[in-house]
Each structure stands twice: as structure tokens, then as C-alpha cells.
């Protein structure tokens, strides 16, 4: 028995150090405590606000996709990346690493229901099984805005527009960042006039043609039969800009809107994806990785769809990551920030109750406050006088009522200005609307 006792009492001893045991979140995963979600909601509110601006329709797709839509669309380095398993019906699943697909099957799927062009945007997580660093992680959030149904290059303009807004929404002006954009169609037209047959892996040494040494760029393309200075000289002409991207160009400056756009034909990531313009948005310091991109990918909607739908679409995304980080690092933008941060008090009203026997009349108190649209709050527990304004200053709130022995009168205090009057609680309700 005493034998029985032991193994019971070494077994709870085990489970006590289990629980005792912190866990941390896996690698690249993030908590938000509210600090970070209060920093999260304002990048949801400003890209809402510009999508909303603009006239874009808000939708969603699941977290969870068929593996098989992502080994369609994807190429193979997304492959790699795939947060992918066996789900207990035995189907083979992912955690979306990005929207495009899922939007391309949603639009299949519900496109006749809309009119043209479809304007929508997202703002959801997103996954990705890579090494975590500086702006990037295995879990990150991205604003996402597409424009279906239009081929005319008007459409890119008003896309690149919305990015463009969208970083000024977030405080950013002309000097802290540039649009760099380029066109495959440039491309195509170098490598027709040039016997470039395998276009992808010629675009492969554009892509690197700033980060590798000369030599070794020289080598790459001497297997083309190009030289450096030839290919430089094409990306630094002007005139070699597509008729589309030169359309697209006047459309924002229309808008007063050109000075932000470059063109950059350097600029050939995804080529082998995009169908069109193709545009990155980097910070002009050079101190970070690109903070958004996107660009036309017409072709994508007939792949995934086996040739049912068929619709040209644009598109950009920009990750809460990259931003929040640029945000943090530009003193006005994170200055725009912080004044908003600070409009978000848990409360704007305390309610403190002086006398503890009129607890019920102050709960009516609170309750009518909160029903006139006020974000209000109280102790639910019997606490000092002074205790209660002290939480009521950490919580931010702007105004305090104090519930007396001389309820029905209140006394309406203005924590800001440190004045105080007396009221009834239709008179407070009426002051504070």
C-alpha cells in the first residue's frame, strides 16, 4: 500500500514539473500581446482605409488549401517552403503560403456574380517554412489587393496608385520610398532580338546582376553571347520601357502621383509568374528587402481553372513584417503611429465608486454609458479612492465619474484639464455625446 502511495506521489511530482515547464512559441511564429496587436490594428485600419478609398471589396479564403493548387501555381523554391501534411481524411494539405492561388479559386468559382473589373482585397496570416530574419517569418500577415476582369494597363496604374496611397496613409513621403518597377514584355523583345532562347534562366542573371561581382555576371551572360555593358546599356535607356509601362506612367502622373514610380528593369523576380508590369516598393535608403510587390499575372486564372475562366488579373501584396520594421525606423511615419496607438485607450471613462453601497447604482451607471457607444470601465471589486483614479490613469481613460453618497448627483471629472462638475447621469450623458 505504501509501495502504491510512493508511485502516486512520484507520478503527481512529474505532472507538477510538466506543467511548470514555459513554453515558448515555435520559430518564426509570433504572439501578439496587446501592444503588438493594438501595432497590428494599425496596419489593418490604414490598408482597409485606402482599400475602401479606392473602392476595393473585402474577402477571405481559407488558412488550409489543397496542397496540389500550390504545386500548380508555385514554382519550386515556394515548393521548399510549404507547411504541408497528411490531414486524418488522408488528404494531402498546406497552410496557404500566399493568397494568390486561393483568390484565383475563389474567383473560378464566383466570378459571374460580380461585374468587371472585380476590385478585392485581403488581410490574413500567411505561412512559410523559411529561415526567420529581419522582416520575415514562417508566420507573417499580408495586405493583399487584386483588380480582375481588366487588360488595359489602366488597371496596373490604379493598382501601383493604391500602393502608393497606401504608404502615404502609413506617414511615409516621396524621399523614405520608390516604386521600381519593370515589364516582361522589355524582356521579351531583348531576348527575341537577341537569339535568347531559355528566358527564364536569362532573367535568373538579371534578377542577380546587382549582387553578383562583374566577373561573374560576365561569365553568366557570356554563355548568351551578350556582354555586361551591352545588357547594362539596355537597362538604363529609357526608351526600352514597354508601351504599357509608358501608359501607366502617365496615368500617375495625372494623378500627381509619377515622381514615385522608376523604371528599374533590373526588376525581373517572378517574370516567369507575371505576364506584365512587375513593380517592387523599396525604401530609398537601400536598408531593407523590398516592403511590397506585385504586378500582372494574366495567365494565372486560366491555369488553375483548366481553361474554364479565363480573365486578366493584377495584383500586389505587402507584408506586416517588412513595414512594421520600416515604420519603426522612420521617425515620422512611426510618429503618425504612435498618435494613433494612442486613441486606442481601453477606456475613455472610469467609473469610480466613492461609496461602496452605491455599487448598484454605478453599475446603471456604467451600463447606460456603455450603451451611449462609450468605452467604459469600473472596479468590479470594493478598492480605495485614490487606487481607483490610479487605473484609471494606467488604462488612459480622459474623464472619470465618481458615484458618491450623493447619487443621483455625479461628479464628472476631467482628467486632462483637472476640472469637475456635478451632474445627473442624463445631464453626463448628454456632456460626453
Known amino acids: 500500500m505504501n509501495h502504491l502511495k510512493l508511485e502516486s506521489l512520484s507520478g503527481s511530482c512529474t505532472l507538477l514539473g510538466m506543467a511548470d515547464k514555459r513554453f515558448n512559441s515555435l520559430p518564426g511564429f509570433r504572439d501578439f500581446a496587446p501592444d503588438d496587436c493594438a501595432i497590428r490594428n494599425y496596419f489593418f485600419a490604414a490598408w482597409r482605409s485606402v482599400a475602401h478609398r479606392y473602392g476595393f471589396i473585402e474577402y477571405e479564403a481559407p488558412i488550409l488549401e489543397e496542397t496540389a493548387l500550390y504545386q500548380k501555381k508555385a514554382g519550386d523554391e515556394l515548393n521548399t517552403q510549404l507547411f504541408r501534411f497528411v490531414d486524418q481524411g488522408n488528404r494531402d494539405i498546406t497552410m496557404r503560403p500566399e493568397l494568390t492561388a486561393s483568390l484565383a479559386r ?113 561569365e553568366k551572360l557570356s554563355k548568351y553571347n551578350l556582354t555586361s555593358e551591352f545588357v547594362h546599356a539596355f537597362i538604363n535607356d529609357p526608351a526600352n520601357a514597354s508601351p504599357a509601362f509608358q501608359q501607366i506612367q502617365q496615368n500617375l502622373e495625372a494623378r500627381g502621383l509619377g515622381e514615385y514610380l522608376k523604371l528599374d528593369l533590373t526588376i525581373v523576380r517572378g517574370l516567369a509568374y507575371y505576364t506584365g508590369t512587375v513593380f517592387e516598393i523599396f525604401d530609398t535608403s537601400h536598408s531593407m528587402r523590398a516592403v511590397a510587390g506585385g504586378g500582372r499575372y494574366d495567365d494565372l486564372l486560366k491555369s488553375l481553372s483548366n481553361g474554364v475562366v ?105 482628467l486632462s484639464k483637472r476640472t469637475e462638475e456635478t451632474l445627473k447621469l442624463e445631464q453626463v450623458i448628454a456632456t460626453l455625446s
Open 106 to 218: 475563389i474567383v473560378s468559382g464566383h466570378q459571374r456574380n460580380y461585374p468587371k473589373p472585380m476590385k478585392w482585397f485581403e488581410i490574413g496570416q500567411c505561412f512559410r517554412y523559411e529561415k526567420p530574419q529581419k522582416g520575415r517569418g514562417r508566420e507573417f500577415i499580408q495586405f493583399n489587393a487584386d483588380i480582375i476582369g481588366e487588360d488595359d494597363p489602366a488597371a496596373d496604374a490604379e493598382l501601383i496608385s493604391v500602393a502608393i496611397d497606401t504608404m502615404l496613409e502609413l506617414g511615409f513621403t516621396e524621399k523614405d520610398f520608390v516604386i521600381r518597377a519593370s515589364d516582361r514584355e522589355s524582356w521579351l523583345k531583348f531576348c527575341a532580338e537577341n537569339d535568347v532562347e531559355d528566358t527564364t534562366g536569362f532573367l535568373g542573371i538579371i534578377d542577380k546582376i546587382e549582387r553578383d561581382k562583374p566577373e561573374v555576371v560576365s
Open 310 to 414: 479565363d480573365l486578366p488579373c493584377t495584383g500586389f501584396a505587402m507584408g506586416d513584417m517588412v513595414i512594421r520594421n520600416f515604420v519603426e525606423e522612420t521617425p515620422h511615419a512611426k510618429a503618425k503611429m504612435d498618435a494613433w496607438l494612442k486613441t486606442q485607450n481601453a477606456c475613455d471613462i472610469y467609473v469610480v465608486i466613492a461609496d461602496e453601497t452605491q455599487r448598484l447604482n454605478a453599475l446603471k451607471v456604467v451600463t447606460e454609458l456603455r450603451n451611449a457607444g462609450h468605452k467604459v470601465d469600473y472596479s468590479m471589486v470594493e478598492a480605495k479612492f485614490n487606487k481607483q483614479f490610479k487605473t484609471a490613469e494606467k488604462l488612459g481613460a480622459t474623464k472619470a465619474i465618481i458615484v458618491g453618497s450623493e447619487f443621483p448627483q455625479l461628479q464628472l471629472k476631467d
